[in-house]
């Protein structure tokens, strides 16, 4: 795709209810000149300059416009998470503008799930990541890796809230029973909960008919089951082992709502994914976590 092309893709999924027409994204204006010699649109009714990609999450951008469609393909493509290593290659720039530019997708992609809440039979259940501790060499220096007090307090827990043929929403916490206020938060209280043998769901019941399944005995009695939520864990298990290697410590949410998002649009079409994507990372606003990024001294 040739600049000119990439450029007027972007700009029909961003104003695609002008039908591709530029509308100042300052005040909304339609009335906008453009210009022959650069990729520049001016407000005629506030002045305001601006191009395809100002007040989006690729704003302040510095690549060929083509080159974010290409990220956006590649990133949608990859079932279990792709890499900002690899994304570099096959982009050919740095791998400090991929790991952005992988983080900004994330963040546009996680924008649907920012106000979902969930009805109907909704599985929840709980994985844990990160926070791992290398036995030591010889037998007699190992200690016991389960107890609290020799772990390193970096361990997370993933809880998920899966909608049966609905969306799926994760949270990062300390612990599974810390999850319970927000799972009451966002899931409706007509709800059917599924969940497994774990002591802290017993508070579930308080609040919703709670379905309970012995992992010790079966993964499906007929009655209850939890595994849309473990199919969800094991694509994020996928992801951290085959992709990523590390996706534990403060990226951990970014990460699992990613692979929430995958889950979703898994029955979709990859050109269907690629415009929801699009689209997502055009509606969202620049990034106050990612703009800037390595200038801020990281
Ligand atoms: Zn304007």
Same mark, same amino acid.
Request: with cysteine.
């Given at each position: 795709?040739?600049?000119?092309?990439?450029? #007027?893709?972007? @700009?029909?999924?961003?104003?695609?209810?002008?039908?591709?027409?530029?509308?100042?994204?300052?005040?909304?204006?339609?009335?906008?000149? =453009?210009?022959?010699?650069?990729?520049?649109?001016?407000?005629?009714?506030?002045?305001?300059?601006? &191009?395809?990609?100002? =007040?989006?999450?690729?704003?302040?951008?510095?690549?060929?416009?083509?080159?974010?469609?290409?990220?956006?393909?590649?990133?949608?493509?990859?079932?279990?998470?792709? &890499?900002?290593? @690899?994304?570099?290659?096959?982009?050919?720039?740095?791998?400090?503008?991929?790991?952005?530019?992988?983080?900004?997708?994330?963040?546009?992609?996680?924008?649907?799930?920012?106000?979902?809440?969930?009805?109907?039979?909704?599985?929840?259940?709980?994985?844990?990541?990160? =926070?791992?501790?290398?036995?030591?060499?010889? #037998?007699?220096?190992?200690?016991?890796?389960?107890?609290?007090?020799?772990?390193? =307090?970096?361990?997370?827990?993933?809880?998920?809230?899966?909608?049966?043929?609905?969306?799926?929403?994760?949270?990062?916490? #300390?612990?599974?029973?810390?999850?319970?206020?927000?799972?009451?938060?966002?899931?409706?209280?007509?709800?059917?909960?599924?969940?497994?043998?774990?002591?802290?769901?017993?508070?579930?019941?308080?609040?919703?008919?709670?379905?309970?399944?012995?992992?010790?005995?079966?993964?499906?009695?007929?009655?209850?089951?939890?595994? @849309?939520?473990?199919?969800?864990?094991?694509?994020?298990?996928?992801?951290?082992?085959?992709?990523?290697?590390?996706?534990?410590?403060?990226?951990?949410?970014?990460?699992?709502?990613?692979?929430?998002?995958?889950?979703?649009?898994?029955?979709?079409?990859?050109?269907?994914?690629?415009?929801?994507?699009?689209?997502?990372?055009?509606?969202?606003?620049?990034?106050?976590?990612?703009?800037?990024?390595? @200038?801020?001294?990281?």
């Amino acid at each position: 795709m040739s600049e000119e092309e990439a450029r #007027k893709a972007f @700009q029909e999924i961003r104003w695609a209810d002008t039908k591709g027409e530029p509308v100042c994204p300052r005040c909304a204006c339609m009335a906008v000149y =453009g210009y022959k010699t650069r990729p520049l649109f001016k407000c005629k009714g506030c002045d305001h300059q601006f &191009s395809v990609t100002s =007040g989006t999450i690729f704003a302040s951008r510095k690549l060929p416009v083509s080159t974010y469609l290409l990220a956006i393909a590649i990133f949608v493509n990859a079932a279990k998470g792709h &890499s900002a290593l @690899q994304l570099s290659r096959d982009l050919d720039c740095q791998y400090k503008t991929a790991y952005v530019m992988a983080h900004k997708i994330r963040e546009a992609l996680a924008s649907e799930q920012q106000d979902m809440t969930m009805e109907g039979t909704v599985e929840v259940d709980g994985a844990y990541f990160g =926070g791992h501790l290398k036995p030591a060499n010889w #037998k007699e220096n190992r200690i016991d890796r389960r107890l609290a007090k020799n772990q390193n =307090g970096k361990r997370r827990v993933v809880v998920i809230m899966r909608e049966r043929g609905g969306r799926t929403l994760p949270f990062v916490f #300390k612990t599974e029973g810390e999850s319970v206020p927000t799972i009451e938060a966002r899931v409706h209280p007509n709800a059917i909960i599924h969940a497994d043998e774990a002591v802290h769901w017993d508070r579930l019941h308080m609040f919703y008919l709670t379905k309970r399944i012995n992992h010790q005995e079966s993964y499906s009695d007929g009655d209850a089951c939890t595994n @849309q939520a473990e199919s969800f864990f094991s694509r994020l298990r996928r992801a951290e082992i085959g992709t990523h290697h590390h996706i534990a410590g403060p990226y951990l949410e970014a990460y699992a709502a990613e692979i929430a998002w995958r889950e979703d649009h898994r029955r979709v079409s990859n050109g269907e994914q690629f415009l929801i994507a699009t689209n997502a990372a055009l509606a969202h606003p620049v990034s106050r976590q990612w703009k800037g990024y390595w @200038q801020k001294g990281r």
